[in-house]
């Protein structure tokens, strides 16, 4: 078992930045991707989380296009982190946000979620 614990969320002004961490603890050394996925006031359902940013333990990163420039994911492998430094937020960003983790072992993984909220 994997256990992800994020933080960091909270409202910032249009243009502004924040800083989300995630934690994971458990079998951690199984883990394969980590990365960060959003999902939209009024969005319920699971299948409508957005990929935002993945990294590989290798520290491969991918981006989705709407968040490409502006944010960048990192990961400290020693303290079994990783962190969205987002940068220029736009009202649209507002979403909560999940940490996400795949194992080796084809096992994912999920946070509890985190609400950034971009809006003056």
């Known amino acids: 078992q994997v256990q992800l614990v994020e933080s960091g969320g909270g409202l910032v002004q249009p243009g502004g930045s924040l800083r989300l961490s995630c934690a994971a603890s458990g079998f951690t050394s199984t883990i394969n991707v980590m990365g960060w996925y959003r999902q939209a006031p009024g969005k319920q359902r699971d299948s409508q989380r957005e990929l935002v940013a993945t990294v590989t333990s290798g520290g491969v990163t991918n981006y989705s296009d709407s968040v490409k420039g502006r944010f960048t994911i990192s990961r400290d492998n020693a303290k079994n982190t990783v962190y969205l430094q987002m940068n220029s937020l736009k009202p649209e960003d507002t979403a909560v946000y999940y940490c996400?983790?795949?194992?080796?072992?084809?096992?994912?993984?999920w946070g509890e979620g985190t609400l950034v909220t971009a809006s003056s």
């Open positions: 996400n983790a795949r194992t080796k072992f084809f096992r994912t993984y």
